[in-house]
Nanobody
Framework: QVQLVESGGGLVQPGGSLRLSCVASGSALRILVMGWYRQAPGKQRELVAT???????TYADSVKGRFTISRDIAENTVYLQMNSLEQKDTAVYYC?????????????WGQGTQVTVSS
C-alpha cells in the first residue's frame, strides 16, 4: 500500500513563500504523474499543478508565475514552491500520485496540509 506524507504547510503573510513536500512510501514505484490540489472552505477541490517523471508541468492559471512544481524521482518526492502568496491561496493542499501497478493505474492522496495566508 502506497502512502503519501505531506509537510511544509503553515501560516504566512501575504507576499510570503512556503515550500510543500510530499513523499511516497515504497520502492520501484511506476509513477505516471504527480500533482498538487487544494480545497478552500466551501469550495471544491481544484488542481494546482502537475508534473510527470519526465518533467512536463501544468499549472492552474491562478498560480502561474508564482508557484513551481518539481520532483525528485529517486526519492519519490514532489515539491510545490509557492511564492507571492495571496489570501486567496488559503486552503488545504493535497498531493496526488497516479501510480501504475501491473497494468492498472491507481490514484493516491496525501492527508492534506493547511496553508493559511493572512496578515
Amino acid at each position: 500500500q502506497v502512502q503519501l506524507v505531506e509537510s511544509g504547510g503553515g501560516l504566512v503573510q501575504p507576499g510570503g513563500s512556503l515550500r510543500l513536500s510530499c513523499v511516497a512510501s515504497g520502492s520501484a514505484l511506476r509513477i505516471l504523474v504527480m500533482g498538487w490540489y487544494r480545497q478552500a472552505p466551501g469550495k471544491q477541490r481544484e488542481l494546482v499543478a502537475t508534473i510527470t517523471p519526465g518533467g512536463t508541468t501544468t499549472y492552474a492559471d491562478s498560480v502561474k508565475g508564482r508557484f513551481t512544481i518539481s520532483r525528485d524521482i529517486a526519492e519519490n518526492t514532489v515539491y510545490l514552491q509557492m511564492n507571492s502568496l495571496e489570501q486567496k491561496d488559503t486552503a488545504v493542499y493535497y498531493c496526488n500520485y497516479r501510480i501504475l501497478v501491473l497494468s492498472t493505474g491507481y490514484t493516491y492522496w496525501g492527508q492534506g496540509t493547511q496553508v493559511t495566508v493572512s496578515s
